[in-house]
C-alpha cells in the first residue's frame, strides 16, 4: 500500500528496562476509534480485522487510536523504544515454543547479525516489547503526540492516521459492493499500517539529514506515494533510529544469501528481501505467490515496505506493498495476499497460533533422472498430495542448491487450482522437472515448494547425470 509511518520519535529505553523471561499470551489488537470513524468500521476493525491477528498469532496485543486525518493514503505516529541487541536474541532464545521460521531466524541472527550488531541497539515495536516482557515502554496519547508510559490510563502503543481527503476515496467491505476503480481499501491500508505498529517498519527511510541517534527526542519522516504518483525525494537513504541501528526486522533483511544489507551501508541496491534463514529463502510473497523485495531506492516510499508491482500491481499485491493498487485491493488481507507479513512478524517475535492444517507431502521423495544424453530432455513427474484435514496453499516454486548449469533444470506447475494454487484434503496436483543436460558431469539441485502447511517449504532434493549422447547434438 502507499501508505505513511511519517513521524516518529525516538526515546532510549534500553538501559531502564527490566526483562521478563516468560512471553505473554492471547493476542489481541484494539482499535480506540475517534468519534469521525462510523460506528460499524470501528466495529469491523475490532472484530474482522482484529481477529485477522488473533487467529494468526498468539502474543501480538496493541492498543491502538485510529482516526482520519490530512496524510498521503495513511500514516502511523508512535514513539520508538529500544533494547540491546543481546537482549533482542535472549528473547528469541528465552521462547520454549519457536516454530521453525523462529528457530531458522535464530540461527541467522547468530551467524549474520552479530558481529555487526552485538554491542549496539535494536529498535523495537511496543507490541513486539510487550510480546518479550520487557517493562518501562514509552507509547502516545491519543492527541497523536504526547509520550506516555505503556499501561497508564490513555496511553497508546501508537496513532494512526488514514487520509480523509475527498479526493481519495475509500473503499469499506462491510458494506458490500464492488470497489470503485478509483478506490483503496480501508481495511487493507489499516492492516498495512497495523503490521508497521506490531513490527514490519524499518529504521531507514528517506531524509534530508541524518537524524540525532537512540536517546535523543529527534523526529523522522518517511513519505509514501499515492499509486502512480510521483514526487520529488531525497536523494540519500539515513538511519532513523541513529547510526547502525536497526529495527527487528531490519536484521533479517538480506541482498544474497550471507549478504546482510544494513551492516554496512544503506544501500539502495534493487533486490533487497526479507529471509529467516541468513538470505536462502525469500521469505514474502504477494497474491501470485511471487516472492516480494523490499523498495530500496531513495524514492520517497517507505523503505521497509514491498516494492510494489506498478503499474499492474494487482497481479502481485500484498498487504504490505508500498503503493495502493485503487480498484483492485477490495478484501485483501494478511491471510489471503502471500502471507509474507505473517512470515515477517513470526521471525520479529510473535508466536502463531497452532491449528488444524493441510499436511502436503511429495511422491516420490527424491528425483532421480538417471542418466541422460547431451542435449537431450528427460521428465520427471513429482506428485503433490495434500494428506490433512485442510486446504493447503501451493506458493512459489523454484530451484536451489544448484550444483552444474542452472540451464539444466526447469519445470512445469501445474498445481494451480481454482487459479490461486488451492490443493483440498485428499487431493494431488502435478510439477513436471525437465532436465536436459549440457555437460558431462552429475547436477545436484533441490526444489523447493512453498506452502501453507509448513512454516518451511517442502524440499525434494534432485540427482541427474549427463552422457555422450552417440548420436551427437543436431
Given amino acids: 500500500m502507499n501508505l505513511t509511518k511519517a513521524l516518529r520519535m525516538a526515546v532510549c529505553l534500553g538501559v531502564g528496562m527490566v526483562f521478563v523471561t516468560a512471553l505473554a499470551n492471547a493476542g489481541t489488537i484494539t482499535y480506540t476509534c475517534d468519534p469521525s470513524i462510523a460506528a460499524a468500521t470501528c466495529n469491523y476493525l475490532n472484530t474482522t480485522v482484529a481477529g485477522n491477528y488473533s487467529s494468526t498469532f498468539t502474543n501480538a496485543n496493541a492498543d491502538i487510536y485510529i482516526t482520519y486525518g490530512t496524510t498521503d493514503l495513511a500514516e502511523t505516529l508512535a514513539y520508538l523504544n529500544f533494547i540491546t541487541y543481546n537482549q533482542y536474541v535472549g528473547a528469541l532464545t528465552s521462547n520454549p515454543d519457536k516454530s521453525a521460521i523462529q528457530a531458522s531466524a535464530l540461527s541467522a541472527l547468530n551467524t549474520y547479525d552479530s558481529t555487526p550488531y552485538g554491542s549496539g541497539q535494536v529498535e523495537i515495536t511496543v507490541a513486539l516489547g510487550a510480546a518479550f516482557g520487557f517493562t518501562g515502554l514509552t507509547g502516545i496519547e491519543s492527541d497523536g503526540a504526547t509520550a506516555c508510559t505503556i499501561g497508564s490510563a490513555g496511553c497508546y502503543n501508537a496513532y494512526i492516521i488514514v487520509t480523509n481527503d475527498p479526493g481519495t476515496p475509500l473503499y469499506y467491505d462491510n458494506l458490500g459492493g464492488p470497489e470503485p476503480s478509483d478506490a483503496y481499501d480501508y481495511y487493507g491500508v489499516v492492516e498495512h499500517e497495523t503490521d508497521e505498529v506490531l513490527g514490519t517498519a524499518s529504521c531507514v527511510g528517506t531524509a534530508s539529514i541524518n ?28 538511519d532513523g533510529c541513529g547510526d547502525g541501528v536497526p529495527s527487528a526486522v531490519d536484521l533479517f533483511r538480506y541482498s544474497a544469501a550471507g549478504h546482510l544489507v544494513l551492516d554496512s551501508s544503506l544501500s539502495t541496491k534493487p533486490g533487497a528481501y526479507f529471509s529467516y534463514d541468513g538470505g536462502t529463502t525469500n521469505g514474502a510473497n504477494g497474491v501470485a505467490n511471487t516472492p516480494k523485495v523490499y523498495n530500496t531506492l531513495a524514492n520517497g516510499d517507505d ?37 509474507g507479513e505473517i512470515n515477517i512478524l513470526n521471525a520479529v517475535g510473535y508466536d502463531r497460533v497452532a491449528t488444524a492444517s493441510g499436511t502436503l507431502t511429495a511422491s516420490p ?62 487431493k494431488s496436483c502435478a510439477i513436471a522437472v525437465l532436465f536436459s543436460p549440457d555437460a558431462l558431469t552429475t547436477d545436484t539441485a533441490t526444489l523447493n515448494i512453498v506452502n501453507s502447511s509448513s512454516d518451511s517449504p517442502l524440499q525434494v532434493p534432485i540427482m541427474a547425470m549427463g552422457t555422450p549422447n552417440p548420436n551427437g547434438c543436431r
Fill in 211 to 238: 537524524p540525532a541517534g537512540p536517546g535523543a527526542r529527534a523526529a523522522f519522516r518517511t513519505v509514501h506515494n499515492l499509486s502512480h504518483v510521483t514526487t520529488a525525494a531525497p536523494s540519500k537513504l539515513s
Fill in 365 to 426: 521423495t527424491i528425483l532421480n533422472f538417471g542418466s541422460v544424453d547431451l542435449c537431450r530432455t528427460k521428465k520427471e513427474v513429482l506428485t503433490l498430495e495434500n494428506n490433512g484435514t485442510t486446504e493447503v496453499q501451493i506458493g512459489a516454486v523454484s530451484f536451489t542448491n544448484i550444483s552444474g548449469n542452472p540451464a539444466d533444470f526447469s519445470f512445469h506447475r501445474y498445481c494451480n487450482a481454482n487459479g490461486n494454487g488451492e490443493l483440498g484434503p485428499g
Fill in 303 to 339: 523503505y521497509a515496505d514491498f516494492l510494489s508491482s506498478s503499474p499492474d500491481c494487482g497481479t502481485d499485491i500484498a498487504v504490505q506493498d508500498a503503493e495502493g493498487c485503487p480498484g483492485e485491493d477490495a478484501g485483501l488481507t494478511i491471510l489471503n495476499d502471500g502471507r
